[in-house]
């Protein structure tokens, strides 16, 4: 069964302050990963996707790498309006499809000014 | 640019009163579609997803449904709501079969039972 694992749990940070968060999962064969970002009361809001190890992608202040194990997602300089919950998902299901995604339970991260 | 909308927002009912959630997709053909719950503490845990008109497969066996009547449209229903029904529900659509495509939710519908 697939699983994903989110740390920390919460993450406080001062404005400029950067750190990383941490996905990791155990998968039979990786057909991707997901990064979300979710705000209180919202639906998650895509991100990036990583297909295979070594890839790396960034938007703004957010950069997102991925080994054969876990992936990361690099805060750098990060402002009060990154405060958010961030989840990772992996695909699952069979045939190759991406329907049945599988969560982790997501980072808290509070960004303080 | 593909938008989808799930009503209401907010929901609030009496445990054994139905229930009908929607969910529309604008934008794009033939998307696959899905109904989530999101609990505290317990991350997104799916509970439907379809296809196809008319095509729906069940996740979890529970108290709810699923119906999908036009090729954009997701429908989430329950006959007699329980109180373990509470929760934040989150409609999600990707494109079809055949590609490793992200999920794309609405902003979700928080349903309390009383």
Same mark, same amino acid.
């Given at each position: 069964?697939?699983?994903?694992?989110?740390?920390?749990?919460? #993450?406080? #940070?001062?404005?400029?302050?950067?750190?990383?968060?941490?996905?990791?999962?155990?998968?039979?064969?990786?057909?991707?990963?997901?990064?979300?970002?979710?705000?209180?009361?919202?639906?998650?809001?895509? #991100?990036?996707?990583?297909?295979?190890?070594?890839?790396?992608?960034?938007?703004?202040?957010?950069?997102?790498?991925?080994?054969?194990?876990?992936?990361?997602?690099?805060?750098?300089?990060?402002?009060?309006?990154?405060?958010?919950?961030?989840?990772?998902?992996?695909?699952?299901?069979?045939?190759?499809?991406?329907?049945?995604?599988?969560?982790?339970?997501?980072?808290? #991260?509070?960004?303080?000014? | 640019?593909?938008?989808?909308?799930?009503?209401?927002?907010?929901?609030?009912? @009496?445990?054994?009163?139905?229930?009908?959630?929607?969910?529309?997709?604008?934008?794009?053909?033939? @998307?696959?579609?899905?109904?989530?719950?999101?609990?505290?503490?317990?991350?997104?845990?799916?509970?439907?997803?379809?296809?196809?008109?008319?095509?729906?497969?069940?996740?979890?066996?529970?108290?709810?449904?699923?119906?999908?009547?036009?090729?954009? =449209?997701?429908?989430?229903?329950?006959?007699?709501?329980?109180?373990?029904?509470?929760?934040?529900?989150?409609?999600?659509?990707?494109?079809?079969?055949?590609?490793? =495509?992200?999920?794309?939710?609405?902003?979700?519908?928080?349903?309390?039972?009383?």
């Amino acid at each position: 069964e697939d699983q994903v694992t989110q740390s920390p749990e919460a #993450l406080r #940070l001062q404005e400029g302050e950067s750190s990383s968060l941490n996905c990791s999962y155990t998968v039979s064969g990786l057909r991707g990963l997901f990064w979300y970002r979710q705000d209180p009361g919202k639906g998650p809001e895509f #991100l990036f996707t990583l297909y295979s190890a070594g890839e790396e992608k960034e938007k703004e202040r957010l950069k997102a790498t991925l080994t054969k194990k876990e992936s990361f997602l690099h805060i750098t300089a990060p402002k009060p309006e990154d405060s958010a919950t961030y989840l990772c998902a992996v695909p699952g299901g069979s045939g190759g499809s991406n329907y049945k995604l599988t969560f982790g339970k997501g980072t808290l #991260l509070t960004v303080n000014p | 640019s593909q938008t989808i909308h799930q009503w209401p927002a907010t929901l609030v009912q @009496p445990v054994g009163s139905p229930l009908s959630l929607e969910c529309t997709v604008e934008g794009t053909s033939n @998307p696959n579609l899905y109904w989530y719950r999101q609990a505290a503490g317990r991350g997104l845990q799916l509970l439907f997803y379809s296809v196809g008109i008319g095509q729906i497969s069940s996740e979890v066996p529970q108290n709810l449904s699923a119906s999908r009547p036009q090729d954009r =449209q997701f429908i989430l229903s329950s006959k007699k709501l329980l109180l373990s029904d509470s929760g934040f529900y989150l409609c999600a659509w990707s494109v079809q079969w055949g590609s490793n =495509q992200p999920q794309h939710f609405g902003d979700g519908t928080r349903l309390s039972i009383l």
